[in-house]
């Protein structure tokens, strides 16, 4: 069931994503990084455990980057991070 309810929030964020306009070099990145990763998660290429700590790491990190400025986009995230903790990661 959880990870159900991940895969629907991973391409919730991908849909965030891909609507957000980068302002700055910075939030290019981020959001280059972040649409490959979940990009490939949503797409099953990778597998959720074998990703889990870079994933959840580069998703705190993004939650920072864009909390002040895409409230939307830092909900979506925190979202997706307090389910990947209730699987255990």
């Given at each position: 069931?959880?990870?159900?309810?991940l895969q629907e929030l991973l391409v919730q964020l991908h849909e965030e994503l891909e609507q957000t306009e980068t302002v700055d070099e910075r939030t290019?990145?981020?959001?280059?990084?972040?649409?490959?990763?979940?990009?490939?998660?949503?797409?099953?290429?990778?597998?959720?455990?074998?990703?889990?700590?870079?994933?959840?790491?580069?998703?705190?990190?993004?939650?920072?980057?864009?909390?002040?400025?895409?409230?939307?986009?830092?909900?979506?995230?925190?979202?997706?991070?307090?389910?990947?903790?209730?699987?255990?990661?």
């Amino acid at each position: 069931m959880e990870k159900q309810r991940l895969q629907e929030l991973l391409v919730q964020l991908h849909e965030e994503l891909e609507q957000t306009e980068t302002v700055d070099e910075r939030t290019g990145e981020v959001l280059t990084d972040l649409k490959k990763d979940i990009g490939r998660l949503v797409q099953e290429e990778v597998v959720i455990e074998d990703e889990q700590d870079g994933l959840t790491e580069r998703l705190g990190n993004a939650l920072d980057h864009f909390e002040e400025d895409h409230p939307k986009l830092s909900i979506v995230i925190q979202h997706v991070l307090d389910s990947l903790a209730r699987m255990g990661f």
